[in-house]
């Protein structure tokens, strides 16, 4: 049975070509953005479209609630819509742009996993598009830094008051889209030294294009129910060692001491540890 997904920022970008990935696979999707989405055309009855904006959080969240009452509840939904600010110093950075992008970034995923946990069928899996600079703290990236790690604790919270979904906040790697298109136009002088290395992973497989990364995406999305644990933080880029910016203590045990029938041993990419 294909699965039925839930995603929000479907216009463009990661999240369209993450629709696109699923619509191809025979799956059933539910998107939502403010601008709309083409994807209905190719895949009458399949695709189905919203248009919503996640910063309005007066009535955003009932004509969500009106919308997926209409739908038949979804296996897995992502929270992929988001904005990048400005790259400057925090102390250069405006509270109204600060609370902007939290606006976006964050609450508007609380309302919306509000609306999802209220269906009378939960998703089994809910994955927040997060980010490294959730973790790094580098240089400039100011509110958006913020919002992604207070998205990583949402989630985590989240995934304590509900056992019975997997949740995770998944950094996708980078790539090339409409956010890339601004990071890469920033002077070099500008002092951001992620910037500078940005720029030099664009048009390498460093940064490949939404439709590949989505191929990828929608695999390791697969796979993580089983071999992550509920509410952790995953980064694609260290998918391999397993290692998760905040490992959970029986991750650590797990990966100290795996039984012999533990099925994790057996989950594709699993590496003993060394
Ligand atoms: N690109 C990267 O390298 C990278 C790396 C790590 C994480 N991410 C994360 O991946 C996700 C997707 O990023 P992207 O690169 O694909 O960005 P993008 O090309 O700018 O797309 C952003 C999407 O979010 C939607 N969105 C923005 N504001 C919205 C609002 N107020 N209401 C409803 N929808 C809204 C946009 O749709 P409308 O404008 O039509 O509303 C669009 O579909 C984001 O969460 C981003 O932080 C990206």
Redesign the pocket.
Known sequence: MKKTVFI??????????LAAAYLDDGCAVYG??????DLADAHPGRYHDKA?????SGG?PAALAEWLCSGPGFDLAI??????PEIRDIKDTPLESLRETM???LW?NKWVLDALLAMPRKPGHIV??????AVSGSRGWNG?ALS?AALNMLVRLYAAEEPEVHFTAF??????????DY?CGIEDDAGFETVRR?KQARHTPD?PK?EE?ARKITAVLDTLPRTSESGAFVDIRKMETYETSQPSLSQKKTKRKLTQNDPRKHSPGFRPSR
């Open positions: 929000t920022g479907v216009s463009r970008g990661l999240g369209r070509a939502c953005s403010r601008s709309g989405c919503l904006d996640l910063s309005d955003g929270l992929n819509a988001g904005i990048l606006e976006i970034n508007s927040a598009i997060s980010s490294g600079a958006y992604k950094a996708p790697g980078l790539i090339d889209t409409a956010m890339q990071l940005l940064m939404p990364a």
